[in-house]
C-alpha cells in the first residue's frame, strides 16, 4: 500500500536585479532555497534546505537512505505545508526505537549540510548489488540526455542534478541545491512506482556532484550497481564502490570519462572515442605551441 502524499509546490527560481562589471542593472534567476523541517509522528526529526521541487519525495527518500523506514509500505501519509515550512510523516505503526537510531549525528561534505544518522557505514557489508552492465555507447547515451536537458540550472545555476537511466533511457531527473537531496528524492521517487517493477538491476545513477562515501551508499541502498557523474570521487567514496562491486564513473562528459571501480561492469567500445582522442590530441599540440594561462577554477561539487 502507497503512503497518501501531498502535491505541495513552490516556484524553483526567483528573479532579482543585480548590477554587472559595466554598473548595468539586469534582472536574474537565483533558486529558490527553503527549510522544510521534518516530523515523523509529531516528533521532530531534521531540517532539510530544499528547492521544493518534490518534498514528498525528498522526505520519503530520505527516510529510507537513512534506514529508518524499510519499506514504503510503512508511511501512511506525508503532509507538506510550505506556509509552515513542515512535513509531517505518518507512519502506521511508528519508528522503534527511533531516538536512539536519531541520536549519532554525521555532517557530510554535501552542499547545504547534508546528514546520516548512525554509523555512516553501517550495512554496507550486508548490501548485495545485482549483476548489471553498461555500454559504453550507452553511457555516452546518458551524457548526452543530461546536455539536452532542459535545467534549473541552465537558466539559474547554483543546484544540482540527479537523475535515474535504465540504459540510456532517462527515467527520472531531479535538481535540488544539494545532491543528497537529489538522490533521496529519487529514492523515495523509486518507491512510489512499484507497478514498473522499480528494482536498481537495470538502472544507472547519474550525479552533477562528486561521489562521496554517501552518494555510493546511498544508490548501493538503492540498489543500482552504476553510477556515473559529471565530476570526480573521493578517497572513501572510491573505497566504499570497490568493496561493494559498484562502478563508478566520473568525469563523464561529451567522449571523455574515467571508470574507477568494477571495471568489468563497463563494455568498453573504444572505437566510439576515436575521434574525439584525434581531435584532443590536435588541441593539446596546438596547446604547446600557445601561451600557457592558468586557471584556479575549482572542480565542480
Not at 25 to 45: G, M, N
Not at 60 to 67: I, K, S, V
Not at 135 to 152: D, P, W
Not at 276 to 294: K, L, V, Y
Amino acid at each position: 500500500m502507497l503512503p497518501r502524499l501531498t502535491q505541495a509546490r513552490e516556484p524553483l527560481t526567483r528573479e532579482v536585479l543585480v548590477v554587472n562589471e559595466f554598473g548595468d542593472t539586469d534582472s536574474v534567476s537565483i533558486p529558490a532555497e527553503r527549510a522544510l523541517t521534518v516530523y515523523v509522528d509529531k516528533r521532530e526529526l531534521v531540517t532539510l534546505m530544499t528547492l521544493g521541487a518534490h518534498p514528498e519525495l525528498l522526505v520519503l527518500g530520505f527516510l529510507r537512505n537513512q534506514r529508518l523506514v524499510a519499506s514504503v509500505a510503512e508511511v501512511e501519509s506525508i503532509t507538506v505545508d510550505w506556509d509552515v515550512g513542515a512535513a509531517a510523516v505518518k507512519t502506521r505503526q511508528g519508528i522503534s526505537n527511533i531516538e536512539a537510531r536519531t541520536a549519532k549525528r554525521v555532517v557530510t561534505t554535501g552542499c547545504g549540510q547534508g546528514s546520516v544518522f548512525g554509523d555512516l557505514m553501517a550495512e554496507v557489508e550486508s548490501i548485495t548489488l545485482p549483476a548489471a552492465t553498461l555500454s559504453q555507447s550507452e553511457l555516452y547515451g546518458i551524457v548526452n540526455a543530461i546536455r539536452l536537458q532542459e535545467t534549473t540550472y541552465k537558466s539559474s545555476g547554483s543546484v544540482h542534478g540527479c537523475a535515474l537511466f535504465r540504459g540510456a533511457e532517462m527515467l527520472v531527473f531531479v535538481e535540488d541545491v544539494g545532491r543528497h537531496n537529489a538522490i533521496d528524492t529519487i529514492a523515495g521517487w523509486m518507491w512510489m512506482h512499484p507497478q514498473e517493477k522499480m528494482s536498481g538491476a537495470d538502472k544507472v545513477f547519474y550525479t552533477t556532484g562528486r561521489l562521496t562515501s554517501e552518494m555510493v551508499i546511498k544508490s548501493a541502498q538503492m540498489g543500482v550497481p552504476i553510477v556515473v557523474s559529471r565530476s570526480g570521487i573521493t578517497q572513501m567514496g572510491l573505497d566504499v564502490a570497490q568493496r561493494l562491486g559498484l562502478c563508478a564513473i566520473g568525469r563523464a562528459t561529451n567522449k571523455r570519462f574515467l571508470c574507477y571501480s568494477a571495471m568489468e561492469r563497463l563494455t568498453l567500445q573504444p572505437e566510439l572515442a576515436g575521434a574525439r582522442m584525434a581531435t584532443q590530441h590536435t588541441d593539446q599540440a596546438s596547446s604547446s605551441r600557445a601561451p600557457r594561462i592558468w586557471s584556479d577554477t575549482a572542480n565542480g561539487t
